[in-house]
């Protein structure tokens, strides 16, 4: 039996039409949780990527404040071949080591999977012709793109998650046809939040550029050593985050092809636009929490707040009205 | 570089989790399963000391990473075919020849990581060809990572390090370098009975490779290598191949296909060399 199949205040839940709270560009460089040192993880820092940890130290206020039932994360590091999975066991727990820096990244997670809210979203990518698994084996081993966005999110795991896979299909075919099935994949998640009720959170756990450095210093979070990748790099991470803050949620999509080409951005795993696809692509000012390189990629932490009281619908086009956020 | 005379047998094997499970008669699996069978009794037969491992699947960015854990055991399962069982593990890893190889590798310039962590993740190609080659994991194993930023000639650079290393240490190896040949996946389910190339022009590539392969034009294969890789899509650039052919010498050896077939759209192939 599920967790939430039989309980009564699912079933509640489920009564009334659920919503996106706000949606967080969250990238997962293990870095982040290691700079931090929580008990969760082995290795011990000095610190190291301030300027990105604090950035997601203001948004955990926020989610807290919102009281979501659920926060759901797309990531890069759960690759699967055939078809989008989402995790579905009512609880996950286990050692993960990241197999490209297991120096900096050996953590024990203990997580609860919203499994109603699984099959729901399954059920809603299928009806969108998608191929949709739920991977129910208790042994799985949650990736840590995963648990980093969430560990940064949301480091006391008192909400229940939901881990949707990275279908691999962009590194297949051409850019159109992959993002083509992140956007059916993004409304068949709104439709199944709205469905069971669920006052939700997303993640889009992507890193924007992505060319990186293939040595580190001695001393991993020694500041002196950390910069972007290329002055190229930079100025394509500012021309995207500038779209986001403006609020040009268009122009943003239609730039996203040529950042990936030319910054090799992880954006194009398609977190990003399933999350901007769930949230019905919002002409909203993006907040902009942070941004900082690791190990040369260009990262953000980027909040569009839903709950604004000058939110407008996505194809309203009253952009002007739209206040940024303090 | 001459030839390395303490290596008894080479391979390469496709490193998907299909071929470690029951699976129905008459498919390509089944064929290219029980090749595996027969390519770990014919490395057996040679008693080696040791079996040395590059894994496609163990990608790594820091450079070449090599398995340092004395004992890594525990329990694997795949992200993308998770329902098709579980992988438990133990096995023993041959440190001092992973010490010195790695010494090697890194004096000839290359940037390398000794790993030992608990817990850490053993990709499942790895643990499909210790299934086939090692199943009661009696022989020590060497096992060195995919580097997703190492050329062709850096790929060699590791092979001919590893080969000296082996050299030094005097042991009788086996050689076994896991990557698919054409990588690309069929994206919708798929019927055992009924898998297929992802192509006509990946069966083709493949089969151009295999035939230089089988003729011990190896030198060949590494020249046409830049294109095969590029069209059909190989598993990590075929990297792997050139590792191999760094540790071995690049020796005019005809290799042995034993099967060929798709598992999955892929190109998989369990090609066998005796060497010594």
Sequence with gaps: MDSHSANPASEEKSQKKGRILAGFLAPHPPHLVYGENPPQNKPRSQGGWENLRWAYDHCRSKIKALKPDVILVHSPHWQTVVGHHVLRVPQLSGLSVDPIFPHLFQYRYNMEIDVELADACAEEASKEGLIAKKMTNPNFRVDYGTIVSLHMLNPDWDIPVLGISANNSPYYFAHDYAQEQMIKLGEATRRA??????????AASNTLSHLHFDREPDIPEDMSREHVYSFEQYRWDMKVLELMRQGKTDELMAVLPEFMEKTAAEVKAGSLVWMLAAMGFPPLHAQVHGYGSVIGTGNAVVEWDLTQPTHSLPDSGDREAIVCPA | MPGINCVTKAFIVPGLPHLAFETPENTPWRALQQALQQAGEEARATKPDVLVIY?????????????????????????????????????????????????????????????????????????????????????????????????????????????????????????????????????????????RLSSPEDDTWNRRMLDLLKAGKNQEALALGPDFAQQAGAEMGFKGFYWMMGLLGTPAVPAEVLAYGPVWGTGAAVVSYSLN
């Design chain 1, 193 to 202: 939040i709205e469905k069971t009720g669920r006052r939700a959170i997303l």
């Design chain 2, 55 to 195: 894994s496609a699947q163990w990608i790594s960015v820091l450079g070449h990473s090599f398995q340092f854990a004395a004992n890594p055991q525990g329990l694997h399962v795949d992200e993308n075919w998770y329902d098709l069982g579980d992988f438990p593990f133990s096995f023993k890893i041959d440190r001092e020849l992973t010490a010195q190889a790695e010494k090697l590798a890194q004096a000839a310039g290359l940037a390398t990581r000794l790993v030992d962590y608990e817990g850490f993740p053993i990709d499942t190609g790895t643990l499909v060809s210790l299934q086939a080659f090692n199943p009661d994991n009696g022989i020590p194993v060497m096992i060195v990572s995919s580097n997703i930023y190492a050329g062709q000639e850096d790929s060699m650079k590791l092979g001919e390090a590893m080969a000296e290393a082996i050299r030094q240490s005097g042991k009788r190896a086996v050689i076994i370098n896991c990557s698919s040949l054409s990588h690309r996946f069929l994206t919708e389910a798929v019927n055992p009975a009924k898998d």
